[in-house]
């Protein structure tokens, strides 16, 4: 997944981080994955905050898998980098 981190970023932007976490929930119907920390939550943590929760949710894409397609889609103008 160290592709998906290229160019500083941080994680996808709110509106696409939700859209990947909910392909995830669905791929892991079965496991409890804390939510995106996005909308009120955004404004309230850091980049490294928000990278370790991004990480986390990476810990549990599958090669192959929807959520795996979704984010090597991503381009740059749908990430949040470092420091913006």
Request: glycine fraction near 2%; charged fraction near 25%.
């Amino acid at each position: 997944m160290e592709t998906i981190l290229i160019n500083n970023r941080v994680c996808p932007l709110q509106m696409v981080w939700n859209e990947f976490y909910e392909h995830l929930k669905s791929e892991n119907k079965e496991i409890k994955i804390n939510p995106p920390l996005i909308l009120g939550a955004w404004n309230f943590t850091n980049d490294l905050e928000k990278l370790d929760r991004f990480k986390e949710h990476l810990s549990f894409v599958n090669t192959g898998s929807d959520s795996y397609n979704f984010l090597l889609s991503l381009t740059e103008e749908k990430c949040h980098h470092e420091n913006e």
